[in-house]
């Protein structure tokens, strides 16, 4: 049977938002980024938006009472009320037990297994589109026209704040410490998938799309 209650999970610049994205349009759920609900909360200036981007370009994780709110609302919308993907949520012990809490079975955890070297190459490069929200890497993964995006035409392709070396450091850090232990959470449970993140991305959403139906 179809899985329509799904989650990624998996380190800093995995591909999470990448396939997520992806599998989100195939199966016509909604994408559920906390990282980009954060950054959209950001641009409009908001005071959780302002209060969020202090620990995001710090490389620390948003505090977990503001993201389980977010979270929370989010999957309260109709649109989710037939299967979503979350992505980026939850990374901590706090936000797995808090959507327990809120009565939500996942069908399946993908778990996106990337070394952290991997992880650094991929970070240092990557570029995403501030318009649509498309991402492209410099190297892996470029846009056809340097600098406009595939997807929306926009030109004026960004870094984000927050991959910078020093950041991305601590998002590792903070990843191994936080959430790398919600891999044994899931396990317990029986929801947890592993998927080998190491492969081109066409073959990550082929060994995913096999899992999920
Ligand atoms: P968030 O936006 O969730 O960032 P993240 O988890 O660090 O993940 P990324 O978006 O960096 O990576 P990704 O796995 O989506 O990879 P991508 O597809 O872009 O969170 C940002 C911040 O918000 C956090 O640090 C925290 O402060 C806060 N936050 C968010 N959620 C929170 C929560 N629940 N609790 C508390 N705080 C929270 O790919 C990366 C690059 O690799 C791209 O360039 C891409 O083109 C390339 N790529 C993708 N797949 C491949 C492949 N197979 N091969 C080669 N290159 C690839």
């Excluded at 955890?109 to 570029?127: P, T, Y």
């Excluded at 790398?180 to 991305?201: K, M, N, T, W």
């Amino acid at each position: 049977m179809s899985k329509r209650r799904l989650m990624m999970l998996g380190p800093p610049g995995a591909g999470k938002g990448t396939q997520a994205k992806r599998i989100a349009t195939e199966k016509s759920i909604p994408h559920i980024s906390t990282g980009d609900m954060l950054r959209e909360a950001r641009r409009k200036g908001t005071e959780m938006g302002k209060e969020a981007a202090r620990y995001m370009d710090a490389g620390q994780l948003v505090p977990d009472e503001v993201v389980i709110g977010i979270v929370r609302d989010r999957l309260d919308e109709d649109d989710a009320s037939q299967g979503f993907i979350l992505d980026g949520f939850p990374r901590t012990r706090a936000q797995a037990e808090a959507l327990q809490q809120m009565g939500i079975e996942l069908d399946a955890v993908l778990n996106i297994v990337v070394s952290d070297e991997a992880v650094i190459g991929r970070l240092g490069g990557r570029i995403s589109c501030p318009s649509c929200g498309a991402v492209y890497h410099e190297m892996f993964n470029p846009p056809a026209t340097p600098d406009v995006c595939d997807a929306c035409g926009y030109q004026g392709l960004i870094k984000r704040d927050d991959d910078q070396p020093a950041a991305i450091k601590k998002r590792l850090e903070g990843y191994h410490a936080q959430t790398a232990p919600l891999i044994a959470f899931y396990q317990e449970i029986g929801a947890l998938v592993a998927i080998d993140g190491e492969q081109s991305p066409e073959e990550v959403h082929d060994a995913i799309a096999e899992v999920i139906g």
